[in-house]
């Protein structure tokens, strides 16, 4: 059985609406928690093979040049070493590699530094960690570009991110207020729990690999492209992964590293890479520099948005930062420029990074809304809904629905943004009150799954999609408990694994969306055969606790099974709604700071969002979603910073000790709210992406309450004492 939805037009059928199981919507708990806080759940980097060998990756140690000759006889000398592997032996493919898909290894150009260049393996991993330390690389160094602001850097402007309509140096003119700034972000990292690791075996030509994915249907291409196979032998899982936040979008150096080398020695190899690796051999979030013009009339309300944004990249490389994603739709505005610049350097890959475009550029254009809610003397919520816009105006298209107002109203009234008062003191604390709104795009991709009804009513669900730590094994639980009504005890969830039906993996907010989809489609079918058996319509058909309900009668569904399982799979593919309508997701926040008068430093005494976004499937997971978010909107604006060594551009600060992430006693009280809404253009179950809404704007409204507290504007983030005082 199959069931396939392309998504060409809205789907307002409200399937979920009132169904007897009740398990959606509901703050269920992870099926998989237990065995995660027992420590049961096996990561990719505790599924040990039996004669499993240690590699360690080396780096390159300047930031441009070419690797000469190491010196490997040396190392392989050592105790417990088995080889040390570079040049051919740990290339990336080249008849078939493709900058893009794969990291950037092997060979003897050396773009940026620590970029990897050899593979120590050993017996034991202190071994192999020795061995990595101690071998000498013979290297030519040729001169780098390592800053993006180095007058020798190449700057591209590629035409397709270039946009503008009207007049927009006649609207600055002819404005009653005008707002022109430029805002600075410094890199990011993506910084999950769970640093990249890999373990790889060979059975026959057959290349497996345990190893941390975001997306396995992609990841599976990347690798078998690296090693010079066909996708069909890789068998690639990651059923467990301790975060993500885009710097496992793509297969990273460990997955081909351990692949390469476990096919040379015939033995399983696994590589781990340490925290300082993840900083420097993964992938960053750009700095950007973003130039802002704004122009309203004498209400305030935007007749011009310039936005014109400089991120940096290594050579070759083809994602950028799309940080101008949502200034086109985000506020009215006739007259536009929208431009996007790339400076290419010899630094760590820049990818996608917790919400890529909208967290660093509504963050920027939520300072320059305040700014302008300053100049005007109108208040910063009520400028925003002055500048709502009716349709798109880049393009007049409709939005699938639109949701900043009440947003904006909600988190005013939940915060109590009325009753603030300005120019309170505590103590040496200068307090003060801020606020964004929240923007981003919502997508969903491909995606397929199968669910079997087995012979005694329990449910399994399978496909390769991943659970980053979002909920995915919770949300999919519920959305085939609540359409069998089947409880989720009697419910298997398989996740994470290339032999499973293929999924849109957990990237740009659209996996509980995607994924979801398809199970819902493969449990619709489940319930249209269910109702075949009982010669009733699909409609009269009542799920519930493993009995269906059918014309007062009732029927286990153990009975309706039969012999053999039913099984079905559900497919969703985007369509037509994805481009005839302008959709995403929208929100606010609200905070208080207090800024010390003596020191500068700055506390978020607490803060509110409130989002909508469609259905929300797991009220605890997409809570989480929200706080998470938040909390790196708290690092962004407050302490979050690459910093880079002028002379190479290593990044200095490459631990957690030094990139400061907010701990407990930088988070106060924070709470969010959703909003009551369907989005039936998104799917069938009406649900929006909820994963990175809640960082995009949120560091503009702590640095927005800065300025309110003490009259100081930061533009040049973060906001560290220095800065503030
Ligand atoms: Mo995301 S930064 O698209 O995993």
């Not at 035409?159 to 410094?186: I, R, W």
């Not at 992964?241 to 476990?262: E, Q």
Request: with cysteine.
């Amino acid at each position: 059985m199959n069931a396939h939805l392309k998504m060409d037009k809205p789907d307002n059928r409200n399937r979920l609406d009132n169904m007897a199981q009740g398990l959606i919507h509901t703050g269920m708990d992870r099926p998989e928690g237990p065995l995660k806080v027992t420590g049961t759940a096996t990561y990719a980097h505790e599924d040990h093979q039996p004669g499993m060998l240690h590699g360690v990756l080396v780096r390159a140690t300047i930031a441009r040049g070419t690797l000469d000759s190491i010196d490997a006889a040396a190392i392989e000398k050592l105790p417990g070493i088995r080889k040390v592997m570079h040049g051919d032996k740990f290339l990336r493919n080249p008849a078939q590699g493709t900058a893009n898909e794969a990291p950037v290894q092997g060979s003897s150009e050396i773009y940026y530094l620590g970029q990897p260049v050899a593979l120590v393996v050993a017996e034991t991993f202190e071994q192999a960690r020795h061995g990595a330390q101690s071998l000498e690389l013979q290297v030519t160094a040729k001169s780098a570009v390592t800053s993006p602001d180095s007058d020798d850097a190449k700057v591209e402007t590629p035409d397709d991110q270039q946009s503008s309509m009207g007049d927009l140096d006649a609207a600055m003119k002819d404005a009653a207020y005008t707002v022109e700034e430029t805002y600075t972000t410094p890199g990011h990292t993506s910084a999950p729990m769970e640093p990249h690791a890999a373990i790889a075996w060979w059975e026959d030509d057959k290349l497996i690999l345990r190893s941390t994915s975001q997306m396995v249907k992609y990841n599976v291409n990347e690798v078998a492209d690296s090693v010079g196979i066909s996708a069909d032998d890789v068998h690639l899982m990651s059923p467990y992964v301790g975060g993500g936040f885009g710097s496992k979008l793509g297969i990273s150096p460990d997955a081909v590293a351990a692949a390469l080398a476990a096919r040379e020695l015939g033995a399983p190899v696994s590589v781990a890479m340490s925290r300082q690796q993840v900083f420097e051999s993964t992938m960053r979030r750009s700095e950007t520099v973003q130039h802002f013009r704004l122009a309203a009339d004498k209400d305030g309300k935007l007749t011009g948005i310039g936005h014109r944004a400089r991120v940096s990249q290594l050579p070759d490389e083809s994602f950028s930062e799309p940080v101008t994603q949502a200034t086109p739709f985000l506020y009215r505005g006739e007259n536009r420029e929208i431009g996007m610049e790339i400076v290419r350097i010899n630094s760590t890959c820049a990818g996608s990074v917790r919400a890529p475009g909208e967290a660093v550029g509504i963050t920027a254009l939520e300072i320059a809304m305040d700014e302008l809610a300053v100049k005007t003397g109108i208040d910063p919520v009520e400028l925003r809904k002055r500048n709502i816009p009716e349709k798109d105006p880049s393009d007049g298209r409709d939005f699938s629905s639109h949701t900043l107002a009440a947003a904006l109203d909600d988190g005013a009234e939940t915060f109590g943004w009325k009753d603030r008062t300005s120019g309170q003191t505590d103590g040496e604390w200068l307090i003060g009150y801020g606020m964004s709104s929240a923007v981003r795009v919502n997508m969903i991709g491909e995606s397929h799954a199968r669910v079997t009804l087995n012979p005694d009513g329990t449910v399994l669900i399978e496909t390769d999609m991943t659970d980053i730590g979002t909920g995915t094994y919770a949300i999919l639980t519920q959305i085939a408990g609540e359409m069998l009504g089947v409880s989720q005890d009697r419910i298997e969830t398989r996740l994470g694994d290339s032999n499973l039906p293929k999924s849109a993996g957990s990237g740009g907010s659209w996996g509980a969306s995607s994924a979801g989809s398809s199970v819902f489609l493969a449990c619709e079918k489940l319930r249209q055969e269910i109702a075949k058996k009982l010669g009733c319509d699909e409609a009269d058909l009542t799920l519930r606790d493993g009995t269906a309900t059918a014309a007062n009668k009732q029927t286990p569904l153990s009975d309706l099974v039969g012999g053999s399982p039913m099984e079905s799979t559900g497919v969703i593919e985007p369509g037509k709604t994805m481009k005839e309508v302008r959709q995403a997701t929208f929100g606010a926040f609200f905070c208080e700071v207090g800024v010390n008068r003596v020191t500068g430093e700055t506390r978020l005494r607490r803060m509110h969002g409130s989002f909508a976004a469609g259905r929300i499937l797991n009220a605890k997971t997409a809570r989480s979603q929200c706080l998470g978010g938040m909390t790196f909107g708290i690092g962004m604006a407050l302490t979050e910073e690459l910093i880079h060594d002028a002379r190479d551009g290593h990044i200095v600060n490459r631990d957690l000790g030094e990139y400061h992430i907010p701990v407990n006693a930088d988070v106060p009280q924070l709470t969010v709210n959703f909003l009551e809404e369907r989005d039936p253009y998104a799917n069938p179950m009406q649900s929006k992406g909820i994963g990175e809404l809640g960082i995009c704007g949120a560091a503009a409204c702590i640095l927005n309450a800065i300025h309110d507290a003490t009259g100081v504007r930061v533009r040049d983030l973060p906001a560290t004492m220095d800065k503030v005082l």
